[in-house]
């Protein structure tokens, strides 16, 4: 059931791809929305879900947090995403196809996610699940765009947009098999610096999308992601 989740939230970075190719107008139209609902849900899983449960098992959790955070920002810097999918330029081929790499990597991460997630009770994989799903489909958006952009045509696009998606559920199987052997702390040294990975994304990928239309409505719909993970916590338990 576990894997079948992580395939049906690597899925959402499908779903984003396939928006952009059939349904470009729409997409482009609601992309910042959804961007900004994705950066509430994604902060409230952090701050919520993963850091109070990192703060349980190891003492160490926010060395791990900020260190998770610096982590990803150089890994991005590497996998040159930011700068490449946020431009309005063509990216070249070699650019395009690293960038899909680093997202891929994310992906990758976010299955693992899942699998820890569920390990350490059902709240958190579901809370987990659901801010996978909210920041994978602008994932998607972004990774058709970028290959769209470079010289890739959109068969291959699209082929490596399927590879991103499934970088997910294949994160979520080698956490099944081996978190079994991981002692707690070790655990809470994951959860927290996949709580800096989160808190990274939003930080610098999302929110700074949200500023492109009305901040008035972004700064709605990012506090409703947040509020969602609240209740949705408190009806889990």
């Known amino acids: 059931m576990i894997i079948l989740i992580s395939i049906i939230a690597g899925l959402s ?4 791809a396939y928006g952009v190719r059939y349904f470009n107008k729409w997409t482009k ?10 950066a509430g849900i994604i902060l409230a899983t952090a701050f919520l879900e993963l850091t109070p449960e990192s703060v349980s098992l190891t003492n160490s959790w926010m060395m791990w947090t900020l260190g998770g955070f610096a982590l990803f920002f150089i890994l991005e810097q590497f996998m040159v995403m930011h700068a490449c999918s946020n431009s309005l330029e ?3 081929h070699a650019s395009s196809h690293t960038a899909v790499l680093g997202i891929g990597l994310h992906s990758l991460v976010d299955g693992m996610l899942i699998g820890l997630g569920f ?21 998607g958006v972004f990774s058709y765009t970028l290959l769209s952009h470079g ?29 079994h052997r991981i002692s707690a702390p070790i655990v809470g040294i994951l959860l927290a610096i996949t709580a800096g990975n989160f808190i990274y994304i939003a930080a610098t990928d999302l929110i700074p999308e949200t500023h492109k239309q009305s901040a008035r ?3 709605v ?17």
């Open 13 to 16: 970075t499908v779903l984003g």
């Open 221 to 237: 719909l990012v506090i409703l992601g947040m509020a969602f993970v609240y209740l949705l916590q408190k009806i889990l338990g």
């Open 90 to 92: 063509p990216c070249d």
């Open 119 to 139: 390990e350490v009770s059902n709240t958190i994989g579901i809370i987990a699940t659901l801010a996978v799903v909210a920041h994978e489909i602008p994932e």
């Open 151 to 179: 010289a890739v045509d959109n068969r291959t696009a699209m082929l490596y947009s399927w590879f991103v998606a499934m970088a997910t559920p294949i994160g979520t199987i080698l956490t099944v098999l081996i978190i």
């Open 217 to 219: 409505s972004s700064v």
């Open 29 to 38: 139209q609601n992309t910042t929305p959804i961007i900004a609902l994705a």
